[in-house]
């Protein structure tokens, strides 16, 4: 069975995540997207593409990546720096799904929280100092940290367990 990795990622986080699958499949077709890759897809028999999240949304070349795909087996995998709930994993998954042209079909997804700039989090404390009475803007500074440590090795593993199991894999 032909595995193709792959991601983007501009902070490394969900590069992690790809050479953890890499590491499994080790004759894997593996590569951080580019516009090379994309005017030559590889065939293969299951496409395991990764994406930050960016503005709610996966990265625009993994967008185009996705809109050109046709009957592929898919696993999508991300990391996003939000992401408390199972709620707001489902409402990405559903939103970058959405690009696949209707002939694919995704076969598992894995979504993990990624650590953000410490930009992001002085950027926070700035404004609680400006905006004292604001809640949402604690819940997003408890965010911040608890996305610190991701993705851990924990993460790494139940990627793992989850394409295996997905994919019946023993
Ligand atoms: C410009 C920018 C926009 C981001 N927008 C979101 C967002 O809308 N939602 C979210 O959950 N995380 C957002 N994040 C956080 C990233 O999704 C998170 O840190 C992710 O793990 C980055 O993955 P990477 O290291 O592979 O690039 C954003 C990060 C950056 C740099």
Redesign the pocket.
């Given at each position: 069975m032909k595995n193709i990795i792959i991601y983007d990622?501009?902070?490394?986080?969900?590069?992690e995540l790809a050479k953890v699958i890499k590491e499994e499949f080790m004759d894997a077709y593996y590569a951080k997207i580019n516009d090379t890759l994309m005017e030559n897809i590889p065939e293969g028999d299951i496409y395991y593409i990764g994406t930050?999240?960016?503005?709610?949304m996966c990265t625009e070349k993994i967008k185009r990546l996705l809109e050109k795909l046709e009957n592929k087996k898919i696993f999508l995998f991300a990391?996003?720096?939000?992401?408390g709930s199972q709620e707001y994993f489902n409402t990405l998954k559903e939103r970058i799904i959405d690009l696949l042209p209707k002939s694919n079909q995704v076969v598992g997804t894995f979504f993990c929280q990624?650590?953000?700039?410490e930009q992001v989090k002085a950027r926070y404390l700035q404004l609680i100092t400006e905006h004292p009475e604001d809640k949402n803007l604690q819940v997003s500074l408890k965010n911040f940290e608890q996305?610190k440590s991701h993705p851990d090795e924990k993460d790494k593993k139940r990627l793992i367990e989850e394409i295996k199991n997905k994919l019946d894999i023993k």
């Open positions: 990622s501009l902070t490394g986080n969900t590069e930050p999240i960016i503005k709610g990391t996003a720096g939000f992401g990624g650590k953000m700039k996305a």
